[in-house]
T-cell receptor
Framework: QKEVEQDPGPLSVPEGAIVSLNCTYS??????FMWYRQYSRKGPELLMY????GNKEDGRFTAQVDKSSKYISLFIRDSQPSDSATYLC??????????FGKGTRLSVIA | KAGVTQTPRYLIKTRGQQVTLSCSPI?????VSWYQQTPGQGLQFLFE???????NKGNFPGRFSGRQFSNSRSEMNVSTLELGDSALYLC???????????FGSGTRLTVV
């Protein structure tokens, strides 16, 4: 079992839709959870950074962590064509390296 | 504030050659990590340096090596290149532990 599992998609939604992206992880020691967005030919860009369980909101983006079920989510409200990218979840425990999911490719259609 | 700078952006090398990639972190960031990204395996951790010391190492063969200089700039080297080393190599920097990482745009290495 991989440490972080993420559905690769692709996921295609109409503009204005609410998007839900999800990951599961296996290591209960993970404490830090991140979402990155990666456009084609670019490096990943940090979108959200959360510690332990709970929700964090930033504009149209909400990150949710449920440590009891080892489940992390990213919600995008009022999705825009500019949100079309690959979204990567990542987790970390203390000083250990980031462990990434393989990414979900999202297309928002105008 | 300048971001993470990686050079070169693109490289084409022949099997058996060696290559050196460079990364300049954000000013003040002391931690530099390297990742290999391929369509099949996603992002895989290579190594991390903090204040010139290797802090973590991923599960890659000894052909992959790195170092960090006193100004926090980092280099990674791949010797005896193989076709399977073709990938996007990403560098990320961070001020310290658990601050989140900022990535560069990567070096696209093609081995022919």
């Amino acid at each position: 079992q991989k440490e972080v599992e993420q559905d690769p998609g692709p996921l295609s939604v109409p503009e204005g839709a609410i998007v839900s992206l999800n990951c599961t992880y296996s290591n209960s020691a993970f404490q830090y959870f991140m979402w990155y967005r990666q456009y084609s030919r670019k490096g990943p860009e940090l979108l959200m950074y959360t510690y332990s369980s709970g929700n964090k909101e930033d504009g149209r983006f909400t990150a949710q962590v449920d440590k009891s079920s080892k489940y992390i989510s990213l919600f995008i409200r009022d999705s825009q064509p500019s949100d079309s990218a690959t979204y990567l979840c990542a987790t970390q425990s203390g000083n250990t390296p980031l462990v990434f999911g393989k990414g979900t490719r999202l297309s928002v259609i105008a | 504030k300048a971001g993470v700078t990686q050079t070169p952006r693109y490289l084409i090398k022949t099997r058996g050659q060696q290559v050196t990639l460079s990364c300049s972190p954000i000013s003040g960031h002391r931690s530099v990590s390297w990742y290999q990204q391929t369509p099949g395996q996603g992002l895989q951790f290579l190594f991390e340096y903090f204040s010139e010391t290797q802090r973590n190492k991923g599960n890659f063969p000894g052909r992959f090596s790195g170092r960090q200089f006193s100004n926090s700039r980092s280099e990674m080297n791949v010797s005896t290149l193989e076709l399977g080393d073709s990938a996007l190599y990403l560098c990320a920097s961070s001020p310290g532990v658990n601050y989140g990482y900022t990535f560069g745009s990567g070096t696209r290495l093609t081995v022919v």
